[in-house]
């Protein structure tokens, strides 16, 4: 087991799951904030929280970076370590720049298709978070994998919404500036499931190499 080879000192698992879980809240703000949009208060108050999210996340990456070089025995690759974390910082990067952009484009209104994004974003999260938290133990191979799966479906899934909701904004959308605005945010949102999607992948290179 990948744990028998961790030093007690290493605490890397306990970082990936740490940050699994503000991905996980972040990406349930971000959906909560789509879902309510209309409301002007409860959104600053998804884009405030999503801001706080990532800077906890943030901390959480420069601990696990600088334990790395304190640390002589590494669970596995240490340029995969650093890749893992780094990739998974980025999904919350992105979850903050899809909050950030609407706000900072005045964005009045969001469409069914932005909600539904996020809510495959969040299902995304979930997953990253229920596979990280098995890494431990290679005895959970098999279920690692199939969840690597499940992110690379719902990644797909996203990639469709995302073309339909261009093809309905282009087909119907008569204000050119709202087009503009609903173009980047849709890029953003299909942004985060295929930084999950990247996530999945790097996972699932760690299981086929220790398991």
Do not use: W
């Not at 909050?99 to 539904?116: F, G, H, I, K, N």
């Not at 996530?199 to 190499?209: D, F, K, P, R, S």
């Amino acid at each position: 087991m990948l744990s028998t080879l961790m030093p007690r000192e290493g605490r890397f698992f306990e970082l990936f799951n740490q940050h699994a879980e503000r991905c996980v809240e972040g990406s349930r703000q971000l959906a909560a904030l789509m879902s309510n949009y209309a409301d002007v208060e409860a959104r600053q108050r998804g884009i405030d929280a999503i801001d706080i999210i990532e800077k906890a996340a943030d901390k959480i990456t420069h601990e696990t970076v600088a334990l790395l070089h304190k640390t002589f025995i590494t669970p596995f690759d240490r340029e995969t370590i650093h890749q893992l974390i780094s990739q998974m910082d980025d999904i919350l990067d992105l979850i903050q720049d899809v909050a950030e952009s609407a706000m900072l484009y005045d964005l009045q209104r969001v469409t069914p298709e932005a909600q539904q994004l996020a809510d495959l974003n969040q299902m995304c999260c979930d997953r990253v978070r229920t596979a990280v938290s098995l890494l431990p133990s290679m005895e959970n191979a098999d279920a690692i994998l199939k969840i690597c799966k499940e992110i690379d479906r719902l990644e797909s899934d996203a990639d469709r919404v995302m073309r339909s909701a261009m093809s309905k904004l282009f087909r119907d959308e008569a204000d050119v500036r709202q087009l503009i605005k609903l173009k980047a945010i849709y890029e953003l949102l299909e942004s985060v499931s295929d930084k999950c999607e990247d996530v999945a992948n790097m996972i699932e290179g760690v299981v086929l190499e220790n398991a």
